[in-house]
């Protein structure tokens, strides 16, 4: 049976979901060539599981929580992996409370089977929405300005920075945005 393949994939996996991965995972061929998410955090796994049914010119994009950027162990090693692979394109710093289910800040991480670029846009969003009632919504300016940033993959000071694998590699392959983009100067419009 061949697996099922598709050209685009979207996730949002269960938030602090465990799983049953272990060393006789690495026989699955979703695992095999990235290693195994630990059994406490499902995260990788279920990145990797999308990874899998992309084709070979597929895209996806997933939102995790920021842990997935800097936890290091098998987690460290899955994401090392996917950036000398050239698979990870963009990461996008989201704001606090965007989603009705968690209050926790969280990412968009578009990931490409077969990457074209030999870099990482990193993009804070973060700073980008409006308050209301108990939870913060995007508008229609901050996902304009998320995706001219995306579609130009160029630097823009406190907004988005293109980082190369060398500068990657001399962070540890550690992905936390406030690495590359320093957002704290960046110009905060007000919430309107």
Known sequence: NDPLRVDLGVGSPMKKKK??????SLKDP??????????????????????????????????????????????????????????????IGLPAG????????????????????????FIDA?????????SNVLRARDLKKILDAYEKRTKIEGFAHLATLAEIKENGYNLNIPRYVNSNEAVQEESV
Do not use: C
């Open 98 to 121: 965007i989603f009705t289910n968690t209050g926790i800040p969280t990412i968009i991480m578009v990931l490409n089977k077969t990457k074209k670029q030999d870099n990482v846009l």
């Open 19 to 24: 799983w049953e991965g272990d060393e006789s």
């Open 30 to 91: 979703r695992f095999r060539d990235y290693g195994v998410a630990p059994s406490t955090k499902a995260d990788y796994a279920f990145l990797l599981h999308s990874l899998y049914h992309l084709r070979p010119d597929g895209v996806m994009a997933i939102v995790l929580p920021h842990g997935v950027l800097f936890r290091g162990n098998e987690e460290e090693k899955i994401r090392t992996k996917l950036l000398e692979r050239g698979q990870i394109d963009a990461i």
């Open 126 to 134: 973060s700073k980008g929405f409006k308050k209301e009632k108990s």
